[in-house]
């Protein structure tokens, strides 16, 4: 952990927030919110946040929350915990909620960091980080997940042989993901030959921001991580 590290600053993103909300979102955030946040305090475990012991995942930064509700739809029998800051992404996942009728999914507007902070050691059984913001200056690289602390926490939080998932179409992101990946002995590369990493696995539904870039003509790439230990 150094003084360039998401853990020393504990921010994540910068805003919070973005247009105003309209009345309906407005309305379901409240309606729908208190029932799906985890509490702000104590241990976060399966037992705690869905009642048993079931495989718990983590998705960190979950956008608009497409392939959070996706998996938990796939996967009825695991809790998937989403951490979002951005209010915008929070309605929008309970939105998504809401369609699919999903009851094993449960939020934390904020940053993920807390969540982290809060689970065991060798709690969760996936981890999804998917197209994070990839702060591309220099001067924010401190503001990326892909950092020395943020990686022990996660290594930390993760089962031996848990999978760590990490999508990304930023050029500087995948770069410095194989670079910090690279120096870790928590983790080790579910890579054998390009296909790999530059086609999506079947299951690992699309987010809103890989389909974006796809339509642009970016290269994306799908880094899968086991935990060592």
């Excluded at 989403?82 to 699919?100: S, T, Y």
């Excluded at 809060?118 to 059984?125: E, I, M, T, Y």
């Excluded at 790999?196 to 642009?216: G, S, V």
Aim: charged share 25%.
């Amino acid at each position: 952990m150094t003084a360039s590290d998401p853990t020393t600053i504990r921010r994540l993103y910068g805003r919070r927030a973005g247009h105003k909300l309209r009345i309906g979102q407005a309305a379901m955030l409240e309606a729908d919110l208190p029932d799906l946040e985890i509490a702000v305090e104590g241990p976060v475990t399966a037992e705690t946040v869905f009642g048993d012991a079931r495989p718990l995942w983590l998705e960190i930064g979950f956008g608009r929350g497409e392939h959070m509700v996706a998996q938990a739809a796939a996967h009825p029998h695991v809790g998937i915990i989403g951490a979002e800051p951005f209010l915008d992404g929070v309605v929008g996942a309970l939105a998504g909620i809401r369609e699919a009728r999903v009851d094993n999914v449960r939020l934390h507007h904020g940053d993920a960091l807390d969540v982290l902070d809060r689970l065991p050691p060798a709690s969760l059984d996936r981890a999804f980080l998917l197209h994070p913001d990839p702060w591309p200056k220099v001067r924010h690289a401190k503001r990326r997940f892909v950092n020395p602390g943020p990686l022990a926490l996660l290594a930390r939080a993760l089962k031996p042989g848990a999978e760590l998932r990490v999508g990304t179409d930023h050029p500087v992101y995948c770069h410095w993901t194989l670079m910090q990946m690279q120096h870790t002995a928590d983790f080790e590369w579910l890579a054998s030959s390009p296909a790999d990493w530059d086609h999506r696995p079947a299951d690992w539904p699309p987010t809103r921001y890989e389909q974006k870039a796809l339509r642009e003509g970016k290269q994306v790439w799908y880094f899968r991580y086991r935990r060592i230990g």
